[in-house]
């Protein structure tokens, strides 16, 4: 089961999802606002703003927040402009890090991370040192009731996606980067329905932790995740299900 996979286990466990709604909201609204600026704000034209779209419905995101931000985005109404930014650093226990972030302020956001970093006796690193670790690739999250394994990789395959992760209460269906809409689509017109659609950061080599350290790590990637400019974390963190279960008891 992917890093990926097992962090959003435990935020699901411990509610930190609901908790944080408004954040959620927050982060999300800017996405709609970079997609609608890069794509225009039809979704049928814009693969990008399908996707965040998607991520709305299953946060539950009220009409009025989506529409206000496309129109931002749009220039139909006014709004800031974000820069995508990515920074890489080390976590506990070694563990190497991305940080993705959507700024108006690249100084105010780079000392804001760099804190948080050195918080949690992480440090930052230089541009190139960590990215070289990680692959690009599309991952669709689906509910596993009603689908057995063996549907879901039939259905996946017959999709284009190149492989499916079975473990915990998720199907994640892995693609190519530059096949997630089209995977996402297929699958749609099979009546499967994502509950997310996202371009992630896979590790190519994995760094196992400690209990110690990995409580280290969850509280720092919590800490980044609260801030208002901070929209993803990936880390190359190994978690066994045994320090799942630990983390998730805390």
């Not at 703003?49 to 299953?58: F, G, H, P, Y």
């Not at 999709?159 to 997630?180: F, I, K, N, Q």
């Not at 400019?229 to 066994?240: E, H, K, M, R």
Request: some cysteine; proline content about 3%.
């Amino acid at each position: 089961m992917s890093g990926h996979s097992k962090w959003s286990t435990i935020k699901r466990k411990k509610g930190a999802l609901d908790a944080k709604k408004g954040k959620i909201f927050s982060k999300l609204a800017k996405e709609l606002a970079v997609a609608a600026r890069a794509g225009g704000g039809d979704p049928a034209s814009n693969a990008k703003l399908r996707t965040v779209l998607i991520a709305c419905k299953a946060a539950n995101m009220p009409k009025d927040n989506i529409e206000r931000a496309i129109k931002k985005g749009t220039g139909e109404l006014p709004g800031v402009a974000y820069e995508e930014v990515r920074y890489e650093c080390y976590g506990p226990g070694g563990v190497a890090m991305l940080v993705d972030v959507l700024t108006d302020n690249k100084r105010r956001t780079v000392a804001e991370i760099r804190h948080i970093i050195t918080k949690f006796n992480g440090s930052m690193a230089e541009t190139g040192a960590v990215r070289w670790n990680f692959d690009q690739r599309g991952v669709i999250t689906l509910p596993k009731e009603g689908l057995t394994e063996e549907e879901i990789f039939e259905k996946a395959i017959e999709a284009g996606a190149e492989d499916v992760d079975t473990d915990g209460d998720r199907y994640e269906v892995m693609t190519a980067p530059s096949e997630l809409h089209a995977v996402s689509e297929a699958l749609e017109a099979m009546g499967l329905i994502p509950e997310e659609v996202k371009l992630t950061m896979v590790p190519k080599t994995t760094v196992s932790l400690d209990e110690k350290s990995l409580s280290s790590l969850i509280k720092l990637t919590e800490a980044l995740e609260d801030n208002d400019d901070v929209q993803d974390v990936f880390s190359n963190a190994d978690i066994t299900d045994e320090a799942m279960a630990a983390a998730m008891e805390e």
